[in-house]
């Protein structure tokens, strides 16, 4: 079998690649070894555990109307039916991922995929069953095989009371007592979720400070909200060991000081990073080089060192996330077609999906200082916010990250309700090199979230309407 088009992995930026090349009239093969399109993310990643997080939310929510005068009985948890009702969205989704790939003639074949050169791939039944064809040969070649939970050999125990990330969004029971491990945004959003419906949860993360690679600013307001919700958050504390016990699991902890103590657990989740997919397909036998961290190397056209073949996603390296890989998937159908197209983003926003949610774009404040950057940083408080007063949130903050020579923004960062669908605005204004001037003169809805980044730009300025601060009157200067 020969096609124009052959893409590894079916995942948000390998369908992507398939449909846009359809669409622009290649002919397209797509290879995965799921049954169903939609990758790591839609099957056992970002939907089910956005599907999970609605729910804990709706609970805390009612819990916190009691300060309302609003009182709820407390939640009656039907986990066969919860389970269900996450299993309805995703198969609602990969139907139709299914139905847009029949109606755009991608072929879909469900194998494993295996390099033997770099124009031949091997298939490999995942079932058993006997393939229509065992080998495929290809002008060009887009990988998309993801990545999958790091597991450490610590914690290869027999026994399925040690999860990883697919495993806690299986949703199996409601385990009396959860340990995970794993202070990031995976570990905390799952937290979120079993805490919710009745687990106590102890978080265990190595580093000294929850989410280390966002703003502690946006940080502050999560951990403050979160060490409610939770029964313990151990920061600097590290898995020393971990037995099986038959019906738990005994942890023994160790601090920064070396101090040891033991905890026994129904289940432990282990959320502590992502491997790429690289191992077992076969790119030896290409000329596809490596990262030391185990990343296919690319450029910003998403070649590969091997002419005939491109990688997007996961597998091409950090951050791991679905929207970027679209992004990549895009850019290597059009890169392949001649079209001038570069994966040169200013910023790729990043979402975790807790309550509060955290939401960040561009520059950090820790990255101007690591990187020696001018800047200097804008921040407005929800609490000042009459929307977020009016529905009980004011824990929120908007900070913006500000170059002081030309009051172009550099980082837009975001810690509130629903501020994943706020920071777009932060990542345009990025892109198109908005002043804050741009910001703050622009008109947005009273009341409303949104109006906290302008309002941000005005705490620059000194003239914020619902705060005080000494005035640099830039508009003056200019």
């Known amino acids: 079998m020969h096609t124009q088009l052959l893409v590894l992995g079916g995942g948000p930026g390998g369908y992507a690649a398939a449909f846009l090349a359809a669409d622009l009239g290649m002919e397209v093969t797509l290879v995965d070894q799921d049954p169903n399109l939609g990758g790591v993310c839609l099957q056992r990643g970002c939907i089910p555990s956005k599907a999970l997080l609605h729910a804990s939310r709706l609970i805390t929510e009612a819990r916190d109307m009691a300060d309302w005068g609003i009182h709820y009985d407390a939640p009656r948890i039907d986990v066969h039916a919860l389970r269900a009702r996450k299993d309805k969205v995703i198969g609602t989704l990969t139907m139709g991922l299914k139905t847009l790939a029949r109606k755009r003639n991608v072929k879909v074949i469900q194998a494993r995929g295996f390099f033997e050169d770099s124009q031949r791939m091997r298939l490999d039944s995942v079932d058993g069953s006997k393939l229509e064809h065992n080998c495929i040969t290809y002008d060009h070649a887009i990988i998309a095989a993801g990545s999958r939970p790091a597991m450490p050999a610590l914690f290869n125990l027999p026994t399925d009371r040690v999860m990883d990330s697919t495993g806690a969004l299986a949703l199996q029971d409601i385990p009396a007592r959860l340990l995970v491990v794993g202070g990031g945004y995976i570990g905390l959003e799952m937290a979120s979720v079993y805490a919710a419906i009745g687990s106590h949860v102890t978080v265990v993360e190595m580093m000294p400070k929850l989410l280390p690679a966002a703003d502690p600013d946006l940080v502050k307001p999560l951990r403050a909200r979160m060490e409610k919700l939770l029964d313990e958050i151990l920061l600097g504390t590290?898995?020393?060991?971990?037995?099986?016990?038959?019906?738990?699991?005994?942890?023994?902890?160790?601090?920064?000081?070396?101090?040891?103590?033991?905890?026994?657990?129904?289940?432990?989740?282990?959320?502590?990073?992502?491997?790429?997919?690289?191992?077992?397909?076969?790119?030896?036998?290409?000329?596809?080089?490596?990262?030391?961290?185990?990343?296919?190397?690319?450029?910003?056209?998403?070649?590969?060192?091997?002419?005939?073949?491109?990688?997007?996603?996961?597998?091409?390296?950090?951050?791991?996330?679905?929207?970027?890989?679209?992004?990549?998937?895009?850019?290597?159908?059009?890169?392949?077609?001649?079209?001038?197209?570069?994966?040169?983003?200013?910023?790729?926003?990043?979402?975790?999906?807790?309550?509060?949610?955290?939401?960040?774009?561009?520059?950090?404040?820790?990255?101007?200082?690591?990187?020696?950057?001018?800047?200097?940083?804008?921040?407005?408080?929800?609490?000042?916010?009459?929307?977020?007063?009016?529905?009980?949130?004011?824990?929120?903050?908007?900070?913006?990250?500000?170059?002081?020579?030309?009051?172009?923004?550099?980082?837009?960062?975001?810690?509130?309700?629903?501020?994943?669908?706020?920071?777009?605005e932060g990542v345009l204004a990025i892109e198109m090199g908005c002043s804050v001037r741009d910001l703050t003169e622009t008109i947005h809805p009273h009341p409303t979230m949104s109006e906290t980044v302008p309002n941000a730009g005005e705490v620059h300025f000194g003239v914020a309407t619902e705060l005080y601060k000494p005035r640099r009157d830039r508009r003056v200067e200019e």
Not at 311 to 332: C, F, N, R
């Open 238 to 424: 590290k898995v020393a060991k971990v037995e099986d016990k038959g019906s738990t699991i005994l942890v023994t902890l160790e601090d920064a000081a070396g101090k040891q103590s033991q905890r026994e657990f129904d289940r432990v989740l282990v959320a502590i990073g992502r491997r790429p997919n690289t191992d077992g397909l076969g790119l030896e036998n290409t000329k596809v080089k490596l990262s030391p961290k185990g990343f296919i190397e690319v450029d910003d056209k998403q070649r590969t060192a091997d002419p005939a073949i491109c990688a997007i996603g996961d597998i091409a390296g950090e951050p791991m996330l679905a929207h970027k890989a679209t992004k990549e998937g895009k850019v290597a159908v059009e890169a392949l077609l001649g079209h001038p197209a570069a994966f040169d983003n200013q910023a790729i926003p990043a979402v975790v999906f807790t309550d509060p949610e955290i939401a960040w774009a561009g520059l950090t404040e820790q990255e101007a200082k690591d990187g020696n950057i001018p800047y200097k940083t804008a921040l407005y408080p929800w609490a000042a916010s009459g929307r977020a007063q009016a529905v009980g949130r004011p824990d929120g903050l908007t900070k913006l990250v500000i170059d002081p020579e030309t009051d172009r923004i550099l980082g837009v960062g975001l810690v509130g309700v629903s501020a994943g669908e706020l920071i777009a």
